[in-house]
């Protein structure tokens, strides 16, 4: 089993001094819209060097196409960057991700590589993984040829994100926690850090969720979502991820409201199927002051009323029933198929998905 921490991490009063110290002539900013009109771009570009010319890629949308990746790679090759920054959420920065490895099968040639997230939500700035979308499907890569060389985190830029956007988000960093402290391939060093990431986001997410102004409330969970990137890369992530790609790409829901739904579902499957899955949880139940294991379900379903995230998939009202039931087997396959499902830490069948895609609707 091994260990690392790729990603040099900027986590100071001031994390935008990185543009001081290192060297570049040409950068790539890579962006959506919102963080343009936002002018967040602006305050890091007000900090580039002087006689650094810059250009702004800011085609980003939820959920990446191979087709928006192909646009990026093609505006990357234009003019030889010497640097490229990701400033945006997961979709921003798993773009870029995908953008710089794509381009790099062409020339063999990486570009120094940047991530400032504005969202504690998918830890992309520090994980090996980019999601991409192709067709009806979630396309995961996982490379370290996507690991970004230096993950900025900067609390203020998460302070507009709207309350049910934090929820999502926030909801995913705990999924990512719990998924990856019960991994197969989770270690010691990993473990500690989920069980961090967990705390962090059971004690902070309510209080951001309330108040998106409560500043050291934001930073600790935008730290939560970087150590979870950190525990999940090492670790992986199971089946509750595998199962909201797929629900994702067909059915165009939000990565992470997905996830809270299916969070207490896949407890509790993992639970009753994996004797080490229930120990680990049965620990952190004690860690959070919860009497059983159980109650850490009772907890996530808690949560997720306080933020007004439906129990099932039929409260969403944006899944047509008959087209639903008619995919299970569909996206039972794909499901199967997901490379996080081989770190879950209970097995799964086929015929245990079909019944999982049952329940949860």
Do not use: Q, W
Request: a neutral charge; glycine letters at 4%.
């Amino acid at each position: 089993m091994t260990f690392s921490v790729k990603t040099k991490i900027y986590n100071t009063e001031d994390s935008l001094n990185i543009f001081e110290e290192l060297d570049y002539k040409r950068v790539l900013f890579i962006t959506d819209p919102f963080v343009v009109e936002s002018r967040m771009i602006e305050k890091i570009t007000s900090r580039l060097k002087s006689e650094t010319s810059y250009e702004i890629f800011s085609d980003i949308k939820p959920d990446p196409t191979i087709e928006l990746v192909n646009s990026g790679v093609k505006k990357l090759l234009e003019k030889d960057y010497d640097l490229v920054v990701a400033v945006g959420g997961g979709s921003a920065i798993d773009a870029t991700k995908a953008i710089i490895y794509k381009a790099y099968e062409k020339t063999g040639s990486k570009k120094i590589f940047v991530a400032i997230p504005t969202t504690a939500g998918t830890g992309s700035e520090v994980t090996n993984f980019s999601i991409v979308t192709i067709g009806e499907k979630k396309e995961v890569l996982i490379d370290d040829l996507l690991l970004a060389d230096y993950a900025v985190l900067v609390p203020s830029f998460t302070k507009s994100v709207p309350n049910f956007i934090t929820a999502d988000t926030g909801m995913d960093v705990l999924t990512h926690a719990i998924e990856s402290l019960v991994s197969n391939k989770a270690d010691r060093f990993s473990k500690i850090l989920s069980k961090e990431a967990i705390k962090l986001v059971f004690k902070n997410l309510p209080i951001v969720y309330e108040d998106g102004l409560r500043m050291k409330s934001r930073k600790n969970m935008l730290e939560a979502s970087t150590i979870a990137g950190i525990a999940f890369t090492n670790a992986g992530l199971g089946i509750n991820h595998s199962l909201a790609h797929i629900l994702g790409g067909v059915f165009h829901i939000s990565h992470g409201r997905l996830n809270a739904i299916l969070l207490p579902y896949i407890i509790k499957y993992n639970m009753e199927k994996s004797e080490n899955a229930r120990k680990e949880l049965r620990e952190i139940s004690k860690e959070l002051g919860l009497d059983h294991e159980y109650h850490l379900i009772e907890k996530i379903e808690e949560l997720n009323r306080k933020f007004n995230i439906p129990k099932n998939l039929r409260e969403l009202n944006k899944i047509d029933e008959k087209e639903y039931f008619g995919k299970i087997d569909y996206m039972s396959e794909v499901a199967f198929k997901d490379r996080c499902t081989a770190t879950n830490p209970a097995l799964v069948t086929k015929i245990n998905l079909k019944n999982i895609f049952r329940d949860i609707y």
